[in-house]
């Protein structure tokens, strides 16, 4: 299938590194420098969940406790966002990719596919909240029956975007426009919130203990993680990965916190239950949650377009634009079928299995290879084999048994313990055991 004729709104270049598949990005593409990076990854952290998910850190904690948990959360959460990234822009790959060395090429297949299942649910996810959202605020005018019509807006946007390709969104849309509106807007949120609160009850309000501050620090950095699986596929058009860690970590810190802390003042400052409502209550909130909305667009495209790189690197000849363009569809008519609340708990799991593959990743990147990765396990051509350890069918053995110990760990402590929350320890356990096993069994990098 030929790709699709690109659109003539922006410039050529920009346009044509949407078809670059999970291939090294040409020299011509690696552009992306710090403020690229700050941008992208600040306009990604902010987002309705992420509001959401902070203002469930009260009442069970105090303002004091929440605001600890917020700054730890992210320190830790990005300082791992920072690091995937940086893989993909030293060596210009996927993250798919970033994978071979440590599980194999077609031991890379397995979390491939699983980030497909991922990407689509959270993609459909994001055009259902959009949708819902927009026809709640277009009622009074279009009626309660709006929210077909805006499925098929909000999805086709998203394609769109998907069509153009991270350069052009960071460049013609997010610097442009996408990153000032949102940042005004939670800004006068905050301001707004601060303003119409009694911020002196509210700080030596205690919490109920309903959450305990190691959950409450799970629940921040489970945030940032949750990007793991997509940071490469955008941080591999990176000049260098010094200033692509730099802008990562930067952008979605600053991000992460605002959100997380608007969270939190918005139930405690404003007379709703409910975070919605405490947004339509601040002064222009109508507009302020139309222009959240807008902004929500980018994750519906960061979900689709990663979602066709994993394709890819599962089937590399199918071409980028048209699995951007059928994976729209399939996100559009999940989110005109499916009733998706009920799928959220589901989504959250398999998000959950994403934590110990990084701490395979990076236990293999900074620990066993000491960042030494070489063409032949990047881009295998024919059966590879390792000093110690067959890599049958191209799949190493170690790094799924790591990888398991960690999805075991984050079950079990989720299950039975839940108090210290899953997402650290499942990380530690997978990265501890990769290295034991693979200097158990002598693993070393393919020459």
């Keep these: 299938m030929a790709e699709l004729v690109q659109p003539l709104a922006a410039p050529r270049d920009d346009l044509g590194a949407a078809t670059v598949g999970v291939e090294r990005v040409p020299e011509a593409f690696r552009v992306l420098g710090f403020f690229d990076h700050f941008v992208l990854w600040a306009d990604l952290g902010v987002g309705l ?78 055009i259902v909240i959009m949708a819902n959202a927009s026809a709640t605020l277009s009622g009074p005018i279009m009626g309660h029956g709006s929210y077909p019509l805006w499925v098929a807006v909000w999805g086709v946007v998203a394609v769109l975007l998907g069509l153009g390709g991270p350069i052009v969104v960071v460049r013609q849309w997010l610097e442009k426009f996408g990153i000032w509106l949102v940042l005004l807007t939670v800004g006068w949120m905050a301001v707004y919130s601060v303003s119409h609160g009694n911020l002196g009850a509210i700080w030596a309000r205690p919490g109920d203990g309903s959450m305990n501050f190691a959950q409450a620090i799970d629940l921040v950095v489970a945030m940032p993680i949750s990007w793991l699986p997509l940071a490469a596929d955008f941080n591999r058009f990176a000049r260098d990965p010094r200033t692509s860690f730099a802008g990562t970590f930067a952008g979605y810190a600053v991000a992460n916190v605002m959100c997380y802390l ?17 947004i339509l209550t601040v002064a222009f909130g109508g507009w302020g ?87 032949a396990e990047l881009y295998p051509v ?57 200097r158990a069994f002598r693993e070393q990098p393919l020459d």
Excluded at 263 to 276: A, K, R, Y
Excluded at 319 to 332: E, F, H
Aim: with cysteine.
């Design 289 to 375: 949650l139309a222009l959240l909305l807008g902004d929500e667009t980018d994750n519906a495209f960061a979900d689709i377009y990663s979602s066709a790189i994993s394709v890819k690197n599962v089937i590399p000849a199918l071409p980028t634009r048209s699995l951007v363009a059928a994976i729209g569809g399939v996100c559009l008519a999940i989110a005109l079928s499916v009733d998706l609340a009920s799928f959220q708990n589901f989504l959250l799991l398999v998000g959950s299995l994403f934590t110990p593959l990084f701490g395979v990743l990076f236990a293999d990147r900074f620990l066993v290879r000491r960042r030494r990765y070489t063409d």
């Design 382 to 438: 024919g059966a590879a084999r390792t000093a110690g350890v067959a890599r049958l069918w191209g799949v190493n053995p170690i790094a799924l048994v790591a990888w398991g110990a960690g999805v075991a760990t984050y079950i079990a402590e989720t299950t039975w313990v839940g108090w210290l929350g899953g997402t650290l320890p499942s990380l530690a356990v997978s990265l501890a055991a990769y290295v034991l096993l693979s």
């Design 49 to 126: 969940l992420v509001l959401q998910a902070g203002s469930y850190l009260v009442p069970g904690l105090g303002l004091p406790e929440a605001i600890a948990a917020i700054v730890i959360g992210t320190l830790a959460g990005n300082l791992m966002l920072g690091l995937a990234g940086a893989i993909g822009a030293e060596h210009a790959i996927p993250s798919m990719v970033s994978l071979r060395p440590s599980f194999g090429l077609r031991g890379s297949y397995l979390p491939s596919l699983i980030n497909v299942v991922q990407l689509v649910g959270w993609g459909a996810f994001e």
């Design 262 to 278: 608007l969270g939190v003042l918005l139930v405690l400052t404003l007379p709703s239950g409910n975070l919605i409502g405490s």
